[in-house]
T-cell receptor, first 115, second 112 residues
Framework: DSGVTQTPKHLITATGQRVTLRCSPR?????VYWYQQSLDQGLQFLIQ???????AKGNILERFSAQQFPDLHSELNLSSLELGDSALYFC??????????????FGPGTRLTVL | GDSVTQMEGPVTLSEEAFLTINCTYT??????LFWYVQYPGEGLQLLLK?????DKGSNKGFEATYRKETTSFHLEKGSVQVSDSAVYFC???????????FGRGTSLIVHP
């Protein structure tokens, strides 16, 4: 158990809908990262937050947004969903803003299926 | 930009065989290097890491040495077990960078 929790575990929805994925980092971790894992694209970094502020953006679509709240939990919002958004979405946390040596602790993931 | 290249899988071995999973990288500066493992149905977890050239990371019988001259970080284990069956990801993080770079993962299947 990494100490990172994600809800829900599974989500099935239809195209065009909007969903929210939730992540609670390990106690004491200030950084939260979101990743998308699919068979064809592998593990893709989406976005990072540190202590409530956005710090880095990766391959995140404009239809996707995220935020980190004062209690440090984070939410990833996916809207206007398409079939291609079906994937595993992971949240990870680390202690501090990455200096390049930080270990990331991953949650169990949310499996999103868009029908 | 930074990139990580891993050998394609799946790698299929018999129990107690020797394992090597190749990983090479391209990065500016001196990145830290990581191996993460993903067991079926779970998230990734850190297996080992090395933060400077010639460092050797080790954990659970797995080892990898940071080779700057060949820009490589190959994962090895002397005797694999069925329980090692998983997907292994090589990753790098450049100093001061907020964005880690992962390889595409290599699936390992160990038969009894």
């Amino acid at each position: 158990d990494s100490g990172v929790t994600q809800t829900p575990k599974h989500l099935i929805t239809a195209t065009g809908q909007r969903v929210t994925l939730r992540c609670s980092p390990r106690s004491g971790d200030l950084s939260v990262y979101w990743y998308q894992q699919s068979l064809d694209q592998g593990l893709q970094f989406l976005i990072q937050y540190y202590n409530g502020e956005e710090r880095a953006k990766g391959n995140i679509l404009e239809r996707f947004s995220a935020q980190q709240f004062p209690d440090l939990h984070s939410e990833l919002n996916l809207s206007s969903l398409e079939l291609g958004d079906s994937a595993l979405y992971f949240c990870a946390s680390s202690v501090v803003v990455s200096t390049g040596t930080d270990t990331q602790y991953f949650g169990p993931g949310t499996r999103l299926t868009v029908l | 930009g930074d990139s990580v290249t891993q050998m394609e899988g799946p790698v299929t071995l018999s129990e107690e065989a020797f394992l090597t999973i190749n990983c090479t990288y391209t990065a500016t500066g001196y990145p830290s290097l990581f191996w993460y493992v993903q067991y079926p149905g779970e998230g990734l977890q850190l297996l080992l890491k090395a933060t400077k050239a010639d460092d050797k990371g080790s954990n659970k019988g797995f080892e990898a040495t940071y080779r700057k001259e060949t820009t490589s970080f190959h994962l090895e284990k002397g005797s694999v077990q069925v329980s090692d069956s998983a997907v292994y990801f090589c990753a790098l993080s450049a100093f001061g960078s907020y964005i880690p770079t992962f390889g595409r993962g290599t699936s390992l299947i160990v038969h009894p």
